[in-house]
């Protein structure tokens, strides 16, 4: 049997809609790919892609730096 499911961010109220067989193995294979990304994000290569990314939102803001944790 196959899940369908609909997320809604709570920050900007988007909807991220997905498929599973096994839904709590999706859960927790999404868990794994948020912490995988959170480390590459954090690293001087993923600090580069975030700052690309957000090039034009941060040229509006006063700094250009990112936060650190």
């Given amino acids: ?3 369908t499911y609909v997320l809604r961010s709570d ?3 988007r909807f ?3 498929a ?3 839904l709590w193995a999706r859960v927790k294979e999404h868990a794994d ?3 995988r990304r959170e480390r ?9 892609f975030l700052r690309n990314r957000l090039a034009s939102f ?3 803001s ?3 730096k990112l936060e650190r944790d």
């Fill in 1 to 3: 049997m196959c899940y």
């Fill in 11 to 13: 920050r900007d109220k």
């Fill in 16 to 18: 991220y809609t997905g």
């Fill in 20 to 22: 599973a067989r096994d």
């Fill in 33 to 35: 790919d948020a912490f």
């Fill in 40 to 48: 590459f994000l954090k690293t001087g290569k993923g600090k580069r």
């Fill in 58 to 60: 941060l040229s509006r």
């Fill in 62 to 64: 006063d700094t250009n």
